[in-house]
T-cell receptor
Framework: DAGITQSPRHKVTETGTPVTLRCHQT?????MYWYRQDPGHGLRLIHY???????DKGEVSDGYSVSRSKTEDFLLTLESATSSQTSVYFC??????????FGSGTRLTVV | GENVEQHPSTLSVQEGDSAVIKCTYS??????FPWYKQELGKRPQLIID?????GEKKDQRIAVTLNKTAKHFSLHITETQPEDSAVYFC????????????FGQGTRLTINP
């Protein structure tokens, strides 16, 4: 749907373990984003990418890293997961005049 | 950086009535203001957006107004229907380059039959 997919859709992990979430697009868009969604906070930007190997921090980047080795893939890594990183994670692409298109989201639970 | 405040956090209206959601922003450089609708368990989807060279934009039953001087913009939904029940988010950004959207906290709109 809309050329953007996220995996996995759900994940439960233990505190202290590394976790990688994947975002894949099929439309060759330059800009990709990772947001987290928490009640009362809306969507907050974690990291974004403006091209292959070009990334920058967002508002809530502590504890997260990203990589983009190919135009179509944008990976979000939690190096050592904490309970405060329990959230719903959305990837998005910027489609110009059509604004953002979001992926279906990943529900991550850190226990 | 940009800060977007959204009110109210919850809104309940009778079917057929109008609903208004308001947002304020802090960065005068922002010039792109989209609204997203998120149904339960689904992804946010763009419903309407406005750029700072216009003051109002309509699309059937929804409209957005922008007051750049006061740094606020609003979403208006007329003749509300049950399918309008959802969470609505406003956002703001500079409309160039990476277009990093800053979102409001969201409004849960409930349409009562």
């Amino acid at each position: 749907d809309a050329g953007i997919t996220q995996s996995p859709r759900h994940k439960v992990t233990e505190t202290g373990t590394p976790v990688t979430l994947r975002c894949h697009q099929t439309e060759n868009h330059r800009y990709m984003y990772w947001y987290r969604q928490d009640p009362g906070h809306g969507l907050r930007l974690i990291h974004y990418s403006y091209g292959v190997k070009d990334t920058d921090k967002g508002e809530v980047s502590d504890g997260y890293s990203v990589s983009r080795s190919k135009t179509e893939d944008f990976l979000l890594t939690l190096e050592s997961a904490t309970s405060s990183q329990t959230s719903v994670y959305f990837c998005a692409i910027s489609t110009g005049a059509r604004g953002y298109t979001f992926g279906s989201g990943t529900r991550l639970t850190v226990v | 950086g940009e800060n977007v405040e959204q009110h109210p956090s919850t809104l309940s209206v009778q079917e057929g009535d109008s609903a208004v959601i308001k947002c304020t922003y802090s960065d005068s450089a922002s010039n792109y203001f989209p609204w997203y609708k998120q149904e339960l368990g689904k992804r946010p989807q763009l419903i309407i957006d406005i750029r700072s060279n216009v003051g109002e934009k309509k699309d059937q039953r929804i409209a957005v107004t922008l007051n750049k001087t006061a740094k606020h913009f609003s979403l208006h939904i007329t003749e509300t229907q049950p399918e309008d029940s959802a969470v609505y988010f406003c956002a703001a950004s500079v409309d160039q380059g990476a277009q990093k959207l800053v979102f409001g906290q969201g409004t849960r709109l409930t349409i009562n039959p």
